[in-house]
């Protein structure tokens, strides 16, 4: 996740690489999260425990990473996560076990763990989960008119490549 919002370099701040973080987020979102989303889901299939852990019968350090990879990546790809994970119910399940196991929720209940920020591994730049930036300009555009003797026309208002409003006047 880290190489989405640094794809230059890890020296470089964000907001020097924000146009190749741009560029790199559509590929990771699409491409990179299903690919090792997908991995996951074949080893829990795959566990002749038939367990629903990545490996035998309880859990394990791989399934406490897979939790925090789970987590950090709600956090970063909130959209992304809710679009993808459905298609990965084994490894939603298990995220959602090592959840339920008393100490892990207490810990996370407890206000003890470090918060997500944007600092860290997993960061949330809305922009990169394909949401419209805060910062970005809104694009007027007029495409056409419409019963031109009347005078009506269709304006299209684009904001982070959708169209997001037509009017007519």
């Known amino acids: 996740a880290h190489d989405v919002h640094h794809p230059l370099a890890k020296e470089f701040y964000y ?9 790199r987020a559509p590929s990771f979102r699409d491409a990179r999260i299903p690919k090792f989303y997908g991995y996951l889901e074949r080893v829990i299939e795959r566990n002749p425990a038939a367990s ?13 990473s897979l939790f925090q990879i789970i987590e950090g990546m709600r956090y970063a790809f909130p959209k992304a996560s809710a679009r993808l994970e459905p298609d990965y119910p084994g490894v939603v399940a298990l995220h959602a076990k090592v959840a339920a196991r008393p100490g892990i929720a207490a810990y996370v209940a407890s206000g003890a763990r470090i918060p997500f920020n944007e600092h860290g591994i997993f960061r949330h730049y809305p922009e990169l989960d394909g949401e419209p930036s805060l910062e970005e300009e809104v694009v007027v555009v007029q495409v056409g008119f419409l019963n031109a003797d009347q005078g009506d ?4 208002v684009q904001a982070d490549h959708r169209i997001g ?3 007519t006047r």
Do not use: F, M
């Open 153 to 156: 026309a269709v304006i299209c």
């Open 15 to 23: 907001e020097d690489q924000r146009d190749a973080a741009l560029r």
């Open 52 to 64: 629903g852990h990545l490996v035998g019968d309880g859990v394990t350090t791989a399934d406490l």
């Open 165 to 167: 409003a037509s009017i």
